[in-house]
């Protein structure tokens, strides 16, 4: 049962097959060959992995980053981005990393990053004279920060695959390390226009207009403050919070900047269900893969061998990055968690292992391979806006990955990066 599946899944995934599809077909083939069990059972499945009301928080976050770029929120937050780092040596690409960190806090997803403000950075990247495989591989690796920094879709889904740890407590850890990935990307941005003479045309305006920029874009800032706040405070949960935010979006896009017109909500809807519808087949079909898996004893016999290794909690760290880093090659973060994270938990957390550190670990490994070939989604989008071809896509990203995977180096060998902000909140689970 368990051969079947591996052996369908890496067909369907090699020869191309979306991956939803491909775990559902991998799962299918696995119940038939068994032959124990009905084939309405994956049917059953993937109900059962959507029928969660949590899950209602997914939809909610997508329309409220519909509606505050609906807003002009990107416009505004590259203004004030530029503002205030534009005139440094490499000033627009600085601008790219920041203004992407900004709406990272409203998105929640890398990819919403690069096909929303990111391709507005690209063009204007390449018309200050910057390479345009250089200004198309600084946003697909800053847009990672986006399932890094709360509120983020992909920590909703591994709280509720993993109850060692709360929603509130994985936004928290997700800040301090979504802002060193920022801080990496600013470093290795500095050094490169340096090297080949990437300058800012622009001059620094007065402090006045920086202020003014900053007030124009607070409003937009204040979202993941609100949800944060409102949650660890217990005005309400973090499915609530999601509504919450779809209103306070409303309000500031059609009151405070005026540029949400009631005509742009069909397609702002529109787009919102797609995603939504999406983002659950996914789960609903990583559901039945998962469930095929512990039918098949395949994490409890993972886990038994892993923990006869006897290693300690950062030598398993290291082998965790290790395997993660090659499996988010193939596999997307959000099934990479559903599938994955059931059998490594266990094992981590018996091993000392702080949930809140492996959860960073695990979520920031799937999520670089979003920008890793040959099967990243992140490069297929951003070859799209930009123009550019996967191989030049791919040099340039070189040095980038690399900084980022120095900052998973820290995380896994600091444990304070991840859990110090959330456990001085009080999530120590």
């Known amino acids: 049962m368990s051969l079947t599946l591996l052996i369908v899944f890496l ?11 491909t775990l559902l077909i991998a799962g299918l083939a696995a119940v038939w060959v068994q032959g124990s069990f009905p084939p ?6 993937m109900f059962a992995g959507i029928d969660s009301f949590p899950l209602m928080a997914i939809p909610f976050f997508i329309l409220a980053a519909e509606l505050m770029t609906g807003g002009a929120l990107t416009e505004v937050l ?21 203004t992407i960190t900004f709406f990272s806090g409203i998105s929640g997803s890398a990819l919403a990053d690069v096909a929303g403000p990111g391709s507005m950075l690209i063009k204007m990247m390449r018309k200050a004279g910057y390479h345009a495989e250089y200004a198309a591989a600084l946003t697909a690796a800053t847009a990672i920060v986006g399932p890094i920094i709360p509120p983020s879709i ?17 936004f928290l850890a997700g800040i301090v390390p979504g802002l060193m990935i920022t801080g990496s990307l600013l470093l290795v941005n500095h050094v490169v226009s340096g090297r080949r003479g990437y300058r800012s045309a622009q001059t620094r305006p007065p402090w006045g207009v920086i202020a ?20 660890h405070f217990g005005v309400f949960t973090p499915t609530e919070a999601s509504a919450a935010a779809v209103l306070y979006a409303l309000v500031v896009g059609r009151f405070v900047y005026g540029t949400l017109r009631l005509p742009m909500l069909p397609a702002i809807l529109l787009r919102t269900a797609l995603l939504t519808a999406s983002i659950l087949m ?10 095929v898996l512990t039918v098949g004893q395949v994490p409890q016999t993972a886990a038994a061998w892993i ?24 596999i997307e973060p959000l099934p990479g968690v559903m599938i994955f994270v059931p059998v490594l938990a266990p094992v981590a957390l018996a091993a000392g292992v702080d949930p ?6 695990v979520i920031l490994n799937l999520t670089l391979g979003m920008i890793t070939p040959p099967v990243g989604a992140l490069l297929f989008i951003t070859t799209i806006v930009s123009g550019v071809t996967m191989g030049k896509l791919s040099r340039e990203l070189l040095p980038m990955l690399g900084a980022q995977l120095v900052v998973l180096l820290l995380l896994t060998l600091v444990p304070g990066f991840s859990n110090w902000l959330p456990h001085a909140f009080g999530y120590l689970k």
Do not use: C, D, K
């Not at 900053?214 to 949800?227: D, N, S, T, W």
């Open 307 to 330: 923990a006869g290794l006897g290693l300690g909690p950062i030598e398993l760290l290291l082998l965790i990055n290790l395997f993660l880093l090659i499996a988010g090659i193939f």
């Open 212 to 231: 003014r920029s900053f007030v124009r874009a607070l409003p937009a800032l204040m979202l993941p403050v609100i949800i944060l706040g409102g949650i």
């Open 11 to 21: 067909v369907t995934l090699v020869i191309g097959v979306p991956i939803a599809f």
């Open 356 to 361: 809140l550190q492996l959860a960073i670990v």
């Open 282 to 291: 996914v789960i609903a079909t990583s559901e039945v893969f998962a469930w």
């Open 78 to 98: 590259l203004r004030f981005a530029s503002q205030l780092i534009g005139h440094v040596r490499g000033g627009l690409g600085h601008t790219n990393v920041l």
């Open 40 to 45: 309405l059972v994956a049917m059953q499945q």
């Open 154 to 170: 992909i920590m909703i889904v591994y709280a509720l695959t993993e109850p060692s740890v709360s929603i509130m407590g994985l």
